[in-house]
Every structure is written in structure tokens, then in C-alpha cells.
């Protein structure tokens, strides 16, 4: 029963913000936290994002599932 409560609030949000630090800009690099680093096939970029540069901390958009993540911006 917990699960399938899980699984229903995991189903209404499929996608979650979070933040993520770039660590190499060529190639793109993200370190989303200490286990999981974003390589630059993981990554979508929208036109309108100017270049990141190392150090910056990046606004991020997650499928559901992880797979895929957007840029949305560079926190200032």
C-alpha cells in the first residue's frame, strides 16, 4: 500500500527542480550530488542559456525517471 502511495505522487510530478553544479564545460560536465554527475548526452540546453562556465550552480529540470535533464539557467 505505501508503495502504490509512492508511486501515485511519483506519477503527478513528472518532472523535479534541482540544482546542480558544473564541473567541466567542454565536455559538459553537471555534478548533481556526490553520486550522480550529468554527462553532455544527459543534458538538454535550450537556445536562450548563455555559456556556463566550472563553479557555476545551475537551475536543473528532471524527467521523471532521471534520464534526461534541462538547463533552465545559471543561479546568480
Known amino acids: 500500500m505505501k508503495q ?14 534541482q540544482r546542480g553544479s558544473v564541473v567541466e564545460t567542454s565536455p559538459l ?11 553532455k548526452e544527459q543534458i538538454v540546453t535550450c537556445r536562450g ?3 556556463v562556465e566550472s563553479g557555476d550552480t545551475v537551475i536543473l529540470l528532471q524527467q521523471q525517471g532521471g534520464q534526461e535533464y534541462i538547463i533552465l539557467g545559471v543561479e546568480e
Not at 502504490?4 to 527542480?17: D, L, M, Q, S, Y
Not at 553537471?30 to 554527475?37: E, L, T
Request: glycine fraction near 4%; hydrophobic fraction near 50%; proline fraction near 7%.
Open 49 to 51: 542559456i548563455g555559456p
Open 4 to 17: 502504490a502511495a509512492i508511486e501515485a505522487v511519483e506519477a503527478a510530478n513528472p518532472v523535479r527542480i
Open 29 to 39: 560536465k553537471i555534478k548533481v550530488s556526490q553520486k550522480i554527475s550529468l554527462t
